[in-house]
C-alpha cells in the first residue's frame, strides 16, 4: 500500500489563512475545518456550530 487514501484534517484553533479560529456567540462555539482527501483529490469545508451547554 503506498498511501492511496491518505486523509488530511485540519481545524482552526486561532485565525489563519487556511480556517477561522473558534469563536463563541452566545450560546454556540463555532468551528471550521478541512478535510482532504487523497484518493479523490476532494478538499472539503466544515463549518460547524456545537452547543455550549454540552461542552461547557
Known sequence: ???SNTIFVATG???GELVAGVRREGGF???ESVVLRGASGTLRRISSEH???KWL
Do not use: D, I, R
Request: charge should be neutral; charged fraction near 0%; proline fraction near 0%.
Open 1 to 3: 500500500m503506498h498511501g
Open 13 to 15: 484553533v486561532t485565525n
Open 29 to 31: 462555539v463555532y468551528t
Open 51 to 53: 452547543l455550549v451547554s
